[in-house]
């Protein structure tokens, strides 16, 4: 049951990138618009300027809350958690399409999400998996209610903190190692 459930979330998460592809490529001055809107909501928080470790910090607590967000969402029939992975799975698409139209290479482009993205991407499938699980123990388990929640809801937050240590890793990677490699190409 886990794996055909990542399963799904990856598959979401690629239509998502599809959908974002497709997007960009029919629509480039909407894909401009929200990139545009991305880069400013995002750039108040995190300058050029910014230091690794500052870099680090801020990807791992962002994603640390979406992560939260889907194992707790997950619970409502694992809509939160695939929503939130087809929504990153569009800016992803938008990104490739954006920055290829822009005359970026796509090699380029792959390697400034793939490093961390490899990581990331599986962390919030696994995160929404727990909500899942908690879900299906609270409609399938043997015990009354009360147990069974609670029961789900411990299997939710140990997969949760499996999902925390893979976005440390993530975020790891994104601040220090994912610059280095895309810049090299």
Not at 28 to 38: D, G, H, R, V, Y
Not at 65 to 72: H, Y
Not at 84 to 106: D, K, T, W
Not at 169 to 175: M, P
């Amino acid at each position: 049951m886990r794996t055909k459930i990542f399963y799904a979330f990856l598959g979401i998460f690629l239509a998502g990138v599809l959908f974002g592809m497709v997007f960009s490529f029919l629509s480039p001055n909407s894909a401009e618009n929200l990139f545009s809107n991305l880069r400013q909501f995002f750039g108040g928080t995190i300058g050029e300027n910014t230091d690794k470790f500052s870099l680090f910090s801020f990807i791992f607590l962002n994603n640390s809350r979406v992560a939260v967000i889907c194992a707790l969402g997950g619970v409502l029939f694992g809509i939160v958690p695939a929503g939130i992975l087809f929504f990153n799975g569009f800016i992803v698409g938008i990104v490739i399409q954006y920055f290829n139209a822009q005359g970026e290479s796509l090699a380029k482009i792959l390697l400034a999400i793939i490093p961390h993205g490899v990581i990331e991407i599986p962390a919030f499938a696994v995160a929404g998996m727990g909500g899942v699980e908690w879900y299906l123990e609270i409609i399938n388990g043997e015990e009354t209610v009360g147990e069974r929640f609670l029961k789900g809801f411990k299997r939710a937050m140990r997969m949760l903190a499996l999902a925390l240590i893979m976005l440390l890793a993530a975020a790891f990677v994104e601040a220090y190692i994912t610059p280095a490699i895309a810049s090299g190409v």
